[in-house]
C-alpha cells in the first residue's frame, strides 16, 4: 500500500505569512494527489485536486504543485479564516495532517 | 447546490450494528462513485469504503468482513452497514462523492456520529 507522509504536523504562522506544507508518497502517484481543508467542527473540504486543479471557489492564494513523490500545497498570504487542519490524499489513503495555528 | 445528508449514527453498544444513510441531490447520482471517510475524536481522515457506479465495493482491511456499502440509485442514496461493531469505530462518518479519474473526494457531507460504548 502507498503511504502518504505530510510535514509538519504543525505550524504557527501569521496573517500575510506565506505557508508551505509537503506530502510525499511512499512510491509515485503521477499527479493524482488531492488537498482538502478541516476548520474545527467542520466536514473537510476539496482544495487542489490533480496535484495543481484549484476547486471551483477556492481562493487562488492556494495553489498546489509537485508530482511523481513530493508534492506541495502553499498559502501566498496567510487570511484568518485559513486556520485550520490540511490533508493531503491519493486514492484511500490520507495524509496525517498539518494544523495551522496563530503564531 | 450538491448536497450531502447522513443520517443512522447514535450509540451502540460493541458487538452491535447500525446502518447510515446519507442522502445525495444537486448532482447526477449514479454517474458519481461514492464512499465512506470516517474521523475517530481527535483523530484524522479514515477512508472506510467506496462503491462505484456499477456497484463494486471497496474496503480496507480495518472494516473488510464487518461494514457493507450498497447504494440505492432510484433514492439516490448510499448505505452503510456495519456490524459487529467496537470501540475502535467510534467516529464521525462522512460520506462524499468520489470522482475515480483522478482520485479525490469531491462534496462532502456534515457527517454523523457513531459512539460505540457500553
Known amino acids: 500500500d502507498i503511504q502518504m507522509t505530510q510535514s509538519p504536523s504543525s505550524l504557527s504562522a501569521s496573517v500575510g505569512d506565506r505557508v508551505t506544507i509537503t506530502c510525499r508518497a511512499s512510491?509515485?502517484?503521477?499527479?493524482?494527489l488531492s488537498w482538502y481543508q478541516q476548520k474545527a467542527g467542520k466536514a473537510p473540504r476539496l482544495l487542489i485536486y490533480?496535484?495543481?486543479s484549484l476547486q471551483s471557489g477556492v481562493p487562488s492564494r492556494f495553489s498546489g504543485s509537485g508530482s511523481g513523490t513530493d508534492f506541495t500545497l502553499t498559502i501566498s498570504s496567510l487570511r484568518p479564516e485559513d486556520f485550520a487542519t490540511f490533508y493531503c490524499?491519493?486514492?484511500?489513503?490520507f495524509g496525517q495532517g498539518t494544523k495551522v495555528e496563530v503564531k | 447546490d450538491v448536497q450531502l445528508l447522513e443520517s443512522g449514527g447514535g450509540l451502540v453498544q460493541p458487538g452491535g450494528s447500525l446502518r447510515l444513510s446519507c442522502a445525495a441531490s444537486g448532482f447526477t447520482f449514479s454517474s458519481y462513485a461514492m464512499s465512506w471517510v470516517r474521523q475517530a475524536p481527535g483523530k484524522g481522515l479514515e477512508w472506510v469504503s467506496s462503491i462505484s457506479t456499477s456497484g463494486v465495493t471497496y474496503y480496507p482491511d480495518s472494516v473488510k468482513g464487518r461494514f457493507t456499502i450498497s447504494r440505492d440509485n432510484a433514492k439516490n442514496t448510499v448505505y452503510l452497514q456495519m456490524d459487529s461493531l467496537g470501540t475502535e469505530d467510534t467516529a464521525v462518518y462522512y460520506c462524499s462523492n468520489y470522482v475515480t479519474t483522478t482520485f479525490y473526494f469531491d462534496c462532502w457531507g456534515q457527517g454523523t456520529l457513531v459512539t460505540v460504548s457500553s
Open positions: 490533480g496535484a495543481s
Open positions: 490524499q491519493y486514492n484511500g489513503t
Open positions: 512510491q509515485s502517484i503521477r499527479n493524482s
